[in-house]
């Protein structure tokens, strides 16, 4: 029997229950995230403080460190840029998440044992070996000059090297931008991975990509056009949202009108709410979003049809809030997650309004998502509202002549998700996710604890923000940028890649987080600002101030 219900109900559930963090001993992961951040916000690896702080972790060096804390102190090395250091300190080698597809074994090497083998000519020996060692390896070479030699041995016609290693020979390359010949040789490696590599490999599919921004880079739209289009055929591909984007983009650049819209179309089935399309719709948002924001009910079905094994689960998790038992409800609907995608999206929808009631922010995204994607029926003001949820917003109004509170909800939107006792794996906490580091610097002598307070931490928070704005005149990407990856990692970028273009700018970031992030947030501020900002502005008032290249001036 199908089992209908009103979304207008569910929308009515109000609230986001906390998640406490455990009060139990710190893990070495925590103790360096707190060291790490004791006296600066972002470390200088050359100073007397920061060595000292490496000095102190050696005493850890036998003892064993567990598997979740290794990856957390690979996330923390990366951050920071301290895996040479941390590497040292670990008895059971970490490395790097992304660098390798999951179903490879490759080998640790030191340092000297891979510039031996460079001597000797060697590279054969060095297919297997991890991105990271290979890239602390390149260091030593501080021109493209000098470095040529070894780009040119394993790019031999009729070679094919690993994926790893010519990764880390493009990776390093990239360390010469912006100069055109480290552009072009840049690009020759990328292009060469993906004749040799697995076309259905994440590190392949990264390397066509990058060549095709590089392209894009050299106005060279033509020579990038194949890729890309094979790219966005990959559906499950991170890559194909964005392939459609820069199809879309060089098809306006040279007119092709007809191209640009059917581009954009297909970049509209695929994710009708991405920040990619916004940019996209330009001139037509009015209509756009007067569609999006109908006041159309969905029905939303209690149990599936098509994945009964979850209707169990359900029917538990409903006993449990009833109850009371908001904790083992949480652990109920978090064992559905990944099954509930199979289902269908009246049941996603009916599974997100349990989520927002039980407090399960993340996952009610997750959800609404799916949903907004499979079935673009489902986009109306009510279940956008529950895709955007605006809470703890009386406090952030509070700051409005600091920081736009709009801009400030979408970040914390994507920081927390609005939940107050919030606390990351690297120890950052709150609506904000501040580490507690960064806190002390902005002043807070109130302890650690105290940044799980809505009031202080978005106090810090927006004075941490307004400082970055401060220090990138204004440029409210730029500051985001900086508040995920540290400033002093932007200034770099703007160096390596002085693009005119905004968002090719923030494509060619090579942190994959970073640049997810800033998107995100910004697709986030103009939702926000056009379902409850701006009463009295059209679409495209919101999206001049929300979309890239527009900047939030200083007063």
């Known amino acids: 029997m199908r089992f209908l219900y009103p979304i207008r109900c569910l929308a009515l559930v109000t609230g986001i229950a906390s998640s406490f963090a455990s009060d139990s001993k710190p893990t070495l992961s925590e103790i360096i995230a707190r060291e790490l951040t004791a006296t600066q916000v972002q470390p200088d690896l050359n100073t007397s403080d920061f060595k000292d702080f490496i000095k102190k972790l050696t005493q850890y060096k036998r003892k064993k460190i567990s598997r979740l804390d290794k990856d957390l102190l690979l996330i923390l090395c990366e951050k920071y840029d301290a895996c040479r250091y941390l590497d040292k300190i670990v008895s059971d080698p970490i490395t790097y998440s992304e660098n390798a597809d999951a179903h490879k074994k490759l080998r640790r090497m030191s340092i000297g044992q891979i510039r031996k083998l460079v001597t000797k000519s060697e590279y054969a020996k060095l297919d297997e070996i991890k991105i990271s060692d290979l890239t602390k390896a390149w260091d030593r070479y501080t021109t493209l000059e000098s470095f040529m030699p070894i780009i040119k041995a394993n790019l031999e016609p009729n070679s094919c090297r690993s994926n790893e290693l010519l990764i880390s020979l493009a990776f390093h390359t990239e360390d010469f931008f912006p100069e055109i010949e480290a552009r072009d040789t840049a690009t020759l490696i990328y292009d ?220 914390i939107r994507q920081e927390s998700g609005f939940n107050s006792n919030a606390r990351s794996r690297v120890g950052a906490r709150g609506l904000m996710q501040l580490m507690p580091g960064t806190a002390r610097l902005l002043g807070n002598r109130k302890g650690t604890n105290s940044l799980f307070d809505p009031e202080l931490n978005v106090k810090l928070g927006v004075r941490y923000f307004k400082n970055l704005l401060d220090r990138f005149d204004g440029d409210a990407e730029l500051a985001l940028a900086g508040y995920n990856a540290g400033p002093n990692r932007v200034d770099d970028w703007l160096k390596r890649y002085p693009i005119a273009d905004r968002m090719l700018f923030l494509e060619m970031i090579p942190f994959s987080e970073t640049r997810k992030y800033v998107s995100l947030i910004s697709r986030n501020y103009y939702w926000y600002l056009s379902l409850y900002g701006l009463k009295d502005g059209s679409a495209v008032d919101t999206v001049d101030r929300a979309m890239a290249s527009l900047r939030q001036k200083k007063e």
């Open 192 to 411: 060469r991975i993906a004749t040799c590599g697995n076309r259905d490999s994440v590190l392949t599919e990264r390397s066509m990509y990058r060549s095709s921004l590089i392209k894009i880079w050299n106005n060279q739209c033509d020579k990038a056009e194949k890729t890309l289009v094979d790219l966005s055929s990959k559906k499950e591909s991170d890559f194909s949202t964005r392939s459609f984007f820069w199809l879309a983009k060089c098809a306006e650049n040279i007119g092709k009108k007809v191209a640009f819209r059917e581009y954009r179309e297909r970049l509209y089935t695929a994710n009708p709410i991405s920040y990619y399309l916004l940019l996209l719709q330009r001139g037509e948002l009015d209509e756009w979003t007067k569609i999006h924001k109908s006041e159309k009910d969905s029905d939303a079905w209690f149990r599936s049809k098509s994945a009964t094994e979850i209707n169990s689960g359900i029917y538990t998790a409903e006993g449990l809030l009833d109850a009371g038992e908001k904790d083992f409800a949480r652990q109920v609907l978090r064992s559905l997650e990944r099954k509930s995608l199979l289902a269908e999206p009246q049941v996603r929808l009916y599974l997100a309004a349990l989520a927002h009631r039980l407090g399960e922010s993340i996952m009610q995204f997750k959800l609404l998502d799916s949903v907004f994607r499979e079935d673009h029926n489902h986009i109306s003001t009510r279940t956008l509202k529950m895709f955007f949820p605006l809470k703890q917003f009386s406090v952030v109004w509070e700051h409005r002549e600091q920081v736009d509170p709009y801009l400030v909800a979408a970040l």
